[in-house]
């Protein structure tokens, strides 16, 4: 017998259907096609978002330019302040948070999610992106090292954790003052997209931060190639990356990649068994083990090795 539990209805609060944010305003692709995103657990429709292409991309950083001159000049603090209100508004809706983004990526719920957190940390940095004083040659001559803001960057963030990857690409690039076009997965854009209205509710302008959903070779291909986007931002398969870091070689475009992990769990011969095996288990089933950070092979140290370091490379057990 196959025992189902109902999906709770979601918080139509939050719940974006058929718009995406470019320059404070919900809107439809100029596509007009829209993709459907699905819960995998059970195949049903959650909600469609918009198949947008470079078009809708150019429009994103159109606005992301305009937005940022005012936000570049925004106090630090002032920055920061508007993280802390996100973050607050983030903290008030974190229940219903947990369960979009569950029932999009089709994992069990893991508890108050961090994005609140995330954002706070963030926020506390925003004034501390300090530049260097520098010796020179003459006792009459400044050396000095000012960081700036890029301007418009942009990010593509993958679907097996929508709303903590949309929290650290968002909140990083605004705190120090940029303004940003962020393509979250195609089958996963509904938490970044909560995620963003409770932005607007902060008090963010309109334009620094802009959401636009569609698939990797249409509107994601098209954010690195963009020659007026400052610096890029990509989590997902190496293939991929391999793509975008083509895409942005092309304008000499910087750009920061994240393409998995292999992570080993090493157990030592003294271990206690009783308290590692249950976080090994923990480690390779977190997010029904769609992460990165799983814990994907054990590596057993000999115990002829356990009071014996003499330089020569342990031996292991795979």
């Known amino acids: 017998m196959t025992i189902t539990t109902p999906a709770p209805t979601l918080s139509e609060e939050l719940l974006v259907d058929g718009a995406q944010l470019i320059g404070g305003q919900w809107v439809p ?9 699905i819960n995998p657990a059970n195949r049903a429709l959650i909600a469609r978002v918009p198949r947008s292409d470079a078009d809708d991309v150019e429009a994103a950083v159109q606005a ?37 983004e569950s029932q999009e990526v089709g994992r069990p719920s893991w508890g108050p999610p961090p994005y609140a957190r995330q954002l706070r940390f963030i926020a506390g940095q925003a004034d501390k992106v300090q530049g260097v004083s520098l010796p020179t040659l003459t006792p009459d001559t400044l050396g000095f090292t000012l960081r700036e803001p890029y301007g418009v960057v942009g990010s593509i963030i993958p679907w097996n954790a929508p709303g903590a990857q949309f929290a650290m690409e968002v909140g990083s690039a605004i705190a120090a003052g940029n303004t940003i076009v962020i393509k979250p997965a195609e089958d996963a854009p509904l938490t970044p997209l909560a995620l963003a209205k409770l932005a607007e509710r902060s008090g963010i302008p309109a334009g620094v931060i802009n959401v636009v959903t569609g698939y990797g070779g249409e509107a994601g291909a098209a954010l690195p190639a ?12 190496p293939l991929t990356g391999q793509l975008v870091m083509e895409a942005c070689a092309k304008n000499l475009t910087p750009l920061h990649l994240e393409l998995g992990g292999k992570s080993p769990q090493v157990v030592f011969p003294d271990v206690d068994l009783d308290a590692a095996v249950p976080t090994m288990v923990l480690s390779i089933t977190l997010n029904t083990g769609q992460i990165c950070a799983a814990g994907s092979r054990i590596v057993v140290l000999a115990a002829s090795m356990t009071n014996s370091w003499s330089g020569s490379r342990p031996r292991c057990r795979r």
């Open 29 to 37: 692709s100029g596509t007009g096609r829209t993709i459907d995103v």
């Open 64 to 100: 992301g330019e305009r937005a940022f001159p005012a936000w570049r000049d925004r106090n630090a603090s002032e920055r920061a302040a508007a993280l802390f209100r996100w973050a607050d508004l983030i903290e008030q809706h974190l229940a219903d948070l947990d369960q979009l």
């Open 226 to 237: 963009h020659p007026r986007v400052r610096r890029i931002g990509f989590t997902g398969s």
